[in-house]
């Protein structure tokens, strides 16, 4: 059992275009918003970046978290369907190993979903706050060669931020994918936790660190303390849920 099969299975399954569609529109949320409303955030002087993520990550985290979701559904959906998953457990192979594996290509799925997003906010930063009195050239001054070269700096961070906080909620979707046979229940807690998530008060740490609720932090405007305990946590959170799937996987087999 190796990745190649795990994408052999996904394969006409639609799964990585509808990933991919849902990252297109994801990207668009930012140009639309400063296509629309501009003049609310050109005259700002704090840093670009945290204009546009303050101003649309959420919902771009949020269309994240579904395609996630959605994805980890379809994935176990093709396990249970025709009961492939009980002729998996007659291989040398074991079931954790193959949640493993979809973790790791659901994963890498989504680090191309979230490098397309920061494109999209490199593009938008330089259009909208490029300009000679932008807030662009007053955050990174200097020539402009090395002013794109801190932004392309602080994206490929915001980036890896980005995707380890959203790993806990790819992790935790595949845990309970796997553990419904039916679709569609493990969609619909998914999508209760995901609006769940929306109500808690980030204010508090010990709610904000909800597994649905990690996505909608930034690390623009953020404290380095702040990011490194919400790094912590996300490791925290895959190490507890990974060991889960397998308790679990192995509970069921003594059961079965």
Known sequence: ????????????????????????????????????????????????????????????????????????????????????????????????????????????????????????????????????????????????????????QDLLWNLGYCFCMLLPVIFLSLLIASACRNMWISLGVDVVCVFMATMIPVKYFALAIFPFAMPFQISEGAGTGQTVRFLAAGLIEVLVIGAAEILFLRVRRSLA
């Not at 509808?18 to 700002?44: F, K, N």
């Not at 998996?88 to 979903?113: H, W």
């Not at 955050?139 to 794109?148: Q, S, T």
Request: charged share 15%; glycine share 8%.
């Open 1 to 152: 059992m190796n990745i190649a099969l795990e994408y052999k299975k996904i394969k006409r399954t639609g799964i990585i275009p509808g990933c991919l569609a849902g990252g297109l529109l994801a990207v668009l949320i930012p140009v639309l918003e400063l296509t629309v409303r501009s003049e609310q955030y050109i005259g700002l002087m704090q840093p670009p970046l945290q204009t546009i993520f303050q101003a649309d990550w959420q919902m771009m985290s949020m269309l994240n978290m579904l395609i996630v979701i959605t994805a980890a559904c379809m994935m176990y959906h093709t396990e249970y369907a025709d009961n492939a998953i009980q002729r998996v457990t007659t291989l040398p192979v074991k079931e954790e190993g193959v949640y493993f594996l979809k973790a790791l290509l659901l994963s890498g799925m989504c680090a191309v979903i979230l490098a397309m997003e920061m494109i999209s906010v490199s593009m938008c930063t330089l259009h909208w706050f490029g300009g000679e009195d932008g807030a662009f050239t007053a955050y990174y001054g200097g020539p402009l060669h090395e002013a794109c070269l801190e932004l392309i």
